[in-house]
């Protein structure tokens, strides 16, 4: 049996649209994502179910949730969520496990025709011997009972699709919760659901994911999360619905990530170009040399500490020549650019991200293919010119 908590008489949501409800109580309207939260009903010899408790604890929630001060670098796009979230408890048993994949898999049932897919789905479950909150990573093409589930079912060493990978992992930018969560011992990362009902409900959901090609409103793949909640024993109900509801609002959230590049400049006003080495993320392109902003690091030290880790040089940057943005489905990158000068004499390259430097004149800029996102950057420092920068 699975139960819908939700009485879904008020606003409707259309796919590709937010959902807009009224707050009890309240003259207003929160225009947020539509969240699918699930619960698993109690089983073996558990008169309850944590997952239950907190999923009904959720339901109908609908407001923003602040995501308080960022953590680094490496965070969400914004500091705020906005979510509806609808409940559904889900029997212990095959007929449960599916009931999400098949309601995502619909063309003409109910659901999508009421209210769309939503903006993510977070399935919750117990894990009786945990001490925290367990982000699950992946799930594996594989059941092995140690009891039987609340039909009686009690499968051993069996496939849940006979054509599908052995393992899915997460949709969800569950690298983004994780770090956003860092430093809170109560949330965990795990590579391992189990082979019950838990493992074969997230297997299900992330295989109509990939086989119907979902996707969100950034157009990246349906985030999907397991996350498995200790007993109340180790965290009690109230500070775990909170972790939840933090661990929600991230998932329909994009990764932001803080970038830094240098525009190296000689005596001659030529500045360095680098091509990527072939076996680099968009290998073959030419950029700025630069990276990822890390924990605890200024931009100048970021980018000091890139020059050196790619070239062995030591850099000076000098100033900002101009900041922006740049998004994919899957992440947003915040660009920083300074002008550097060498410290000192540069020694030969020992290039480790790259197969090739140049230093360019300003009329060869363009002569070069330069990463994407960087075209139009470069051509306003032609504009410019390399001795205005």
């Known amino acids: 049996m699975i139960t819908d908590v939700?009485?879904?008489?008020?606003?409707?949501?259309?796919?590709?649209?937010?959902?807009?409800?009224?707050?009890?109580?309240?003259?207003?309207?929160?225009?947020?994502?539509e969240v699918w939260l699930t619960g698993f009903e109690p089983f073996g010899e558990h008169e309850v179910n944590i997952s239950q408790q907190v999923a009904e604890a959720l339901d109908g929630f609908s407001d923003v949730i602040g995501l308080g001060e960022s953590p680094g670098p490496y965070r969400a796009e914004t500091r705020e969520s906005t979510l509806v979230l609808h409940t559904t408890i889900l029997s212990v048993d095959e007929e449960g496990s599916n009931a999400i994949a098949s309601r995502l898999e619909s063309e003409n049932g109910d659901v999508a025709e009421k209210s769309g897919l939503p903006e993510a789905v977070v399935h919750l479950g117990l894990a009786e011997n945990a001490e925290w909150i367990r982000i699950e990573e992946c799930a594996v093409n594989r059941l092995d009972f140690r009891i039987a589930d609340?039909?009686?079912?009690?499968?051993?060493?069996?496939?849940?699709?006979?054509?599908?990978?052995?393992?899915?992992?997460?949709?969800?930018?569950?690298?983004?919760?994780?770090?956003?969560?860092?430093?809170?011992?109560?949330?965990?990362?795990?590579?391992?659901?189990?082979?019950?009902?838990?493992n074969e409900t997230y297997f299900r959901t992330l295989h109509a994911v990939e086989t119907k090609g979902l996707k969100d409103n950034f157009s990246r793949a349906l985030p999907v999360l397991f996350v498995h909640l200790p007993p109340t024993s180790a965290i009690p109900l109230?500070?775990?619905?909170?972790?939840?509801?933090?661990?929600?609002?991230?998932?329909?959230?994009?990764?932001?990530?803080e970038v830094v590049g240098?525009?190296?400049?000689?005596?001659?006003?030529?500045?360095l170009a680098a091509r990527r080495s072939p076996e680099e993320y968009m290998g073959g392109y030419w950029e700025f040399p630069g990276g990822k902003v890390e924990p605890g690091e200024s931009k100048a030290e970021a980018l000091e500490r890139e020059y050196f880790e790619e070239f062995g040089w030591r850099v000076k940057?000098?100033?900002?020549?101009?900041?922006?943005?740049?998004?994919?489905?899957?992440?947003?990158?915040?660009?920083?650019?300074?002008?550097?000068?060498?410290?000192?004499?540069?020694?030969p390259a020992v290039m480790t991200s790259h197969d090739e430097c140049r230093w360019l004149q300003e009329s060869e800029l363009m002569g070069i293919e330069w990463l994407p996102p960087d075209v139009e950057f470069v051509e306003r420092i032609q504009e410019k010119g390399v001795a205005n920068l």
Request: charged share 30%.
């Open 317 to 347: 940057p000098l100033r900002i020549c101009e900041e922006y943005s740049h998004t994919w489905p899957e992440m947003a990158v915040q660009l920083t650019f300074f002008l550097c000068e060498a410290d000192g004499e540069l020694p």
């Open 238 to 257: 109230d500070e775990q619905v909170e972790l939840v509801r933090r661990i929600i609002a991230l998932s329909v959230q994009r990764p932001s990530m």
């Open 262 to 271: 240098g525009l190296l400049r000689n005596d001659e006003n030529h500045l």
């Open 6 to 33: 939700t009485e879904r008489g008020g606003a409707e949501c259309v796919r590709g649209e937010f959902c807009e409800q009224r707050v009890e109580g309240s003259e207003r309207f929160v225009v947020g994502s």
């Open 150 to 198: 609340n039909s009686g079912r009690q499968v051993s060493d069996a496939q849940i699709h006979q054509i599908a990978p052995a393992r899915l992992h997460t949709t969800s930018p569950h690298n983004l919760i994780l770090a956003e969560c860092a430093g809170d011992d109560r949330i965990r990362r795990s590579d391992d659901a189990g082979e019950f009902v838990c």
